[in-house]
C-alpha cells in the first residue's frame, strides 16, 4: 500500500516540473518574439520639438562677421590691403587693414589703417562711444574726416608727416543715430546736451588713443576728433 502511495507522489511531481517547465519554455517564447517585433510609438506620444527659428540667424551672422573681420577680431569688420607704399619715405602702412565697421557702428567711409589703430578704434567705441549715447541712440555711424594720406601735420607746407600718413590716424566729425540725428563736432561742441556727451567721448579716448585732439586744441580741429596711436614717454596728449 505504502508503495503505491509513493509512486503516486512521485508521477505527481514529475507531473509539476513538466508542466512547470512547458509553462517557462512557453513564456520565453512569447518574450523572444515580443522582443523581435518592432515598436510603434503613436506621433501623439512624440516629443513635439519646434525648429529654433532665432539661433539660425543668430549663427549666420556670427558666421558672416568672423568671415569678414581683421586683426583677429570679430567686432573690426572689413578687409585687408597689404602693405600701403608711397613715394615719400616717411608714408606708408604695413599690413594694412580696410575698416567699414567698428564694434557694430559702420565707418561713413571704409578707412584705412594699421592693426593697432583699428583695435584702439573698436575699444573707443565700445567703451565709451555706444554708452554715451546709448539713450539718445543707439549710435550706428561714424563720420569719417580722414583717415590714411600721406600729408603732413594740419596740412602745413615744412611740417612733419602727420600720423595719417602712417595709417595710425584717424578723423571723426560726427556721430550718426539709429533716428538718423546726426550730433556733430562742430555744432555740438559748445551746446548742451551733445556737449557733455561729445566731452565724454574726447575723454574717452584718451588712453586708447596715444593723441586726442578736439575743437578746444586749436583751429585745424574745431570741427573733429583727431584720433591716433602715437606714444609718448610723459603718456597721452590730449587736448
Not at 148 to 165: D, L, Q, V
Not at 197 to 223: E, M, Y
Amino acid at each position: 500500500m505504502w508503495l503505491r502511495v509513493v509512486l503516486i507522489a512521485a508521477f505527481s511531481v514529475l507531473a509539476t516540473a513538466a508542466a512547470a517547465e512547458k509553462t517557462n519554455l512557453l513564456y520565453a517564447q512569447q518574450v523572444t518574439a515580443a522582443a523581435a517585433r518592432p515598436i510603434t510609438i503613436p506621433d501623439k506620444l512624440w516629443p513635439q520639438i519646434e525648429p529654433d527659428t532665432r539661433a539660425e540667424p543668430i549663427l549666420f551672422k556670427k558666421r558672416k562677421l568672423r568671415k569678414g573681420s581683421v586683426c583677429g577680431d570679430i567686432n573690426i569688420q572689413g578687409k585687408p590691403v597689404g602693405n600701403v607704399s608711397s613715394k615719400v619715405k616717411a608714408c606708408g602702412v604695413k599690413d594694412a587693414v580696410e575698416i567699414t565697421s567698428i564694434a557694430g557702428v559702420a565707418l561713413s567711409r571704409p578707412s584705412v589703417m594699421e592693426c593697432g589703430t583699428a583695435i584702439a578704434l573698436n575699444e573707443w567705441v565700445e567703451e565709451t562711444v555706444k554708452p554715451t549715447f546709448k539713450r539718445r541712440g543707439p549710435v550706428v555711424e561714424l563720420q569719417v574726416a580722414a583717415h590714411y594720406a600721406c600729408r603732413t601735420r594740419n596740412n602745413r607746407k615744412g611740417a612733419r608727416i602727420s600720423e595719417h600718413g602712417k595709417g595710425r590716424a584717424i578723423d571723426i566729425s560726427g556721430f550718426k543715430m539709429a533716428d538718423g540725428e546726426v550730433v556733430t563736432v562742430l555744432k555740438g561742441w559748445r551746446k548742451n546736451p551733445s556737449q557733455s556727451q561729445l566731452i565724454k567721448i574726447w575723454r574717452g579716448a584718451c588712453g586708447p588713443f596715444g593723441t586726442v585732439l578736439g575743437p578746444n586744441s586749436d583751429r585745424f580741429h574745431r570741427d573733429h576728433f583727431h584720433l591716433d596711436t602715437a606714444r609718448y614717454r610723459r603718456g597721452p596728449y590730449c587736448r
